[in-house]
């Protein structure tokens, strides 16, 4: 590809060396993933450790293959908790969503389901049950970044094909495009998307380099050495199909669907359980409607695009139904982060804001705030999860691997810390709280945030930058030092945390500095790889 990898990246480094951290403990602290110097006090308040393996929960009975069920999550990209009418949008926001509202019927909305700051980390933490920082993923993929899903991953796709299932992904990976990163290379028989390395806004970057005259070549030679469609089959390269244009961006959401379908028919004819990862386009910039929904709704591209990808979760649930599959597959949809908002919101038509609303929540896709890590998600199951059901327990994106691990009887690894929990007994209705109460944001090579219960703990400010009609929230934001003590607010009390009651509640952060120090002892047996950060270059890689 033409796209700029800066020379400067060769001075790419971001953690502290060896030297720092032998003579400076903040420095140590921070390669670990803590950039903040308030003192962390060890109680024995029975949390459960950051790094366990999985909750102790009854096991679902193991399963005939011909009998175990088969597995589609379709993953939709920063549509923010108040877009969809089952979270309080829809219809209200001009964008109905009658097919999501429906699923949300047929089986349980998950209310306090929490995802990583931004899609790189969020999808590198369902893929492997970890956060995304173990595996170097914890800011956006880049061109130009070193940071690559590493061979040693675990994915949810070696889990599924390891427990006899036919595996498929269509969409984005965003995890890296090395050929030990592929999904490929980590337990998919296919693959067809965009470049794994980068996002659905690649469809724009031909036209936008035209714009600006930035590179010397004709539009046919930047038309082919461009971003592409691609496609794998497992252990195998990369093959490009056609380039990745705003016409090919504004209908890839159908091309994806119609693959799913073809995958599941094939495997029904084979007697194969399969699980389908579907993260398709919904919810990203730009929000380029097909013709079909051009005009749907009476917000702009970005309804129009929610209203479009209500439609093919539909088109998911009636194939399932055609086939004779429905009442043994889980459906899941969920959304990877809040909403891609002020940052790229001039990607809409006639001036809408092409951007979501992350509902009575405070942030965006970027930030560590209630509104950027807390999102959609929707499980069907006929006959195990209860229709019309919602869940108040707290739920991670890693949990689904684990969850998933005792529903297929697969076997997790047990040489690295997962920090996904099993749920079974959430989505079995067995358990109200379920088996999480804590969670950690990070932020490239920082921990910036904490969630203990009701409680959000900021370890630094992040905060907006620029002023006026230059104000950027989201991926650009700054993030700053404290005066040595967190932030703490409650947001059952406050959900748009505007009110810091660290003063009044001081106690909180007794249990929220105890998970860092869970977290902080796991990195000792199984240290970190570099953090990710493309703004800081100290002279090397490491």
């Known amino acids: 590809m033409i796209w700029i990898k800066a020379a400067l990246l060769d001075g790419f480094h971001s953690y502290v060396s060896a030297d720092d951290q032998r003579n400076s403990p903040e420095g140590a602290v921070k390669s670990h993933g803590l950039m903040s110097s308030v003192s962390r006090r060890?109680?024995?308040?029975?949390?459960?450790?950051?790094?366990?393996?999985?909750?102790?929960?009854?096991?679902?009975?193991?399963?005939?293959?011909?009998?175990?069920?088969?597995?589609?999550?379709?993953?939709?990209?920063?549509?923010?908790?108040?877009?969809?009418g089952c979270y309080g949008g829809g219809e209200l926001r001009g964008a109905p969503t009658p097919r999501l509202d429906q699923l949300a019927r047929e089986g349980m909305r998950l209310t306090q389901f929490l995802v990583e700051p931004a899609c790189t980390p969020s999808r590198a933490a369902l893929m492997t049950g970890q956060y995304s920082i173990r595996n170097g993923l914890s800011l956006i993929a880049i061109e130009g970044s070193p940071n690559t899903l590493p061979a040693s991953a675990f994915t949810m796709g070696q889990l599924f094909k390891g427990a006899g299932y036919a595996t498929a992904i269509y969409g984005k990976w965003h995890l890296g495009g090395e050929p030990q990163s592929l999904p490929t290379a980590h337990g998919f028989d296919e693959f067809y998307g965009i470049p794994p390395d980068i996002s659905w806004d690649a469809a724009t970057y031909v036209s936008t380099v035209q714009l600006t005259h930035s590179v010397a070549a004709t539009p046919a030679e930047l038309l082919a050495r461009g971003p592409q469609i691609v496609e794998a089959t497992a252990g195998g390269a990369l093959r490009t199909v056609k380039p990745f244009t705003?016409?090919?961006?504004a209908n890839i959401d159908y091309e994806l669907v119609d693959k799913s379908i073809d995958f599941m028919r094939r495997q029904k004819v084979d007697g194969k359980p399969f699980f389908v990862y579907l993260p398709f386009s919904m919810g990203?910039?730009?929000?380029?409607?097909?013709?079909?929904?051009?005009?749907?709704?009476?917000i702009g591209n970005y309804g129009d695009k929610i209203m479009e990808g209500d439609y093919h979760v539909g088109q998911i649930l009636d194939s399932l139904r055609e086939l004779g599959l429905d009442d043994n597959t889980i459906v899941v949809f969920a959304s990877d982060n809040g909403p891609y908002g002020q940052t790229a919101r001039e990607f809409g038509n006639d001036g809408t804001p092409d951007m979501g609303s992350s509902g009575p929540f405070r942030g965006e896709l970027g930030e560590a705030?209630?509104?950027?890590?807390?999102?959609?998600?929707?499980?069907?199951?006929?006959?195990?999860?209860?229709?019309?059901?919602?869940?108040?327990?707290?739920?991670?994106?890693?949990?689904?691997?684990?969850?998933?691990?005792?529903?297929?009887?697969?076997?997790?690894?047990?040489?690295?810390?997962?920090?996904?929990?099993?749920?079974?007994?959430?989505l079995l209705g067995k358990s109200a709280a379920g088996h999480r109460e804590n969670l950690l944001s990070f932020i490239g090579a920082d921990l910036v945030a904490a969630r203990w219960k009701q409680w959000r703990i900021y370890f630094t400010d992040v905060h907006p930058t620029g002023d006026g009609p230059q104000r950027q929230p989201g991926i650009f934001s700054a993030s700053a030092r404290m005066a040595g003590y967190p932030k703490v607010y409650n947001i059952e009390m406050d959900?748009?945390?505007?009110?810091?009651?660290?003063?009044?509640?001081?106690?909180?952060?007794?249990?929220a500095l105890k998970q860092v120090d869970e977290y902080l002892e796991t990195v000792k047996k199984y240290p970190n790889p570099p953090a990710p950060n493309i703004t800081q270059f100290h002279g090397g890689r490491g």
Do not use: C
Not at 53 to 67: C, D, I, K, R
Not at 246 to 249: D, G, H, I, K, T
Not at 285 to 297: E, H
């Open 42 to 84: 060890v109680v024995a308040l029975g949390l459960p450790a950051v790094a366990a393996l999985s909750s102790v929960v009854a096991p679902v009975a193991a399963q005939p293959a011909s009998q175990k069920p088969n597995v589609v999550f379709i993953l939709a990209d920063n549509v923010g908790y108040g877009d969809l």
């Open 246 to 249: 705003p016409e090919v961006r």
């Open 284 to 298: 990203h910039v730009p929000n380029l409607p097909s013709a079909q929904f051009k005009g749907r709704s009476r």
């Open 369 to 426: 705030s209630e509104g950027a890590i807390r999102t959609a998600a929707i499980i069907r199951w006929p006959g195990n999860v209860q229709p019309s059901t919602a869940s108040y327990a707290m739920f991670s994106i890693m949990d689904f691997m684990p969850t998933f691990a005792n529903i297929v009887g697969a076997t997790m690894p047990t040489d690295r810390p997962i920090d996904g929990v099993d749920q079974i007994d959430v």
């Open 495 to 511: 959900p748009h945390e505007d009110l810091i009651v660290g003063g009044l509640f001081s106690w909180v952060s007794d249990p």
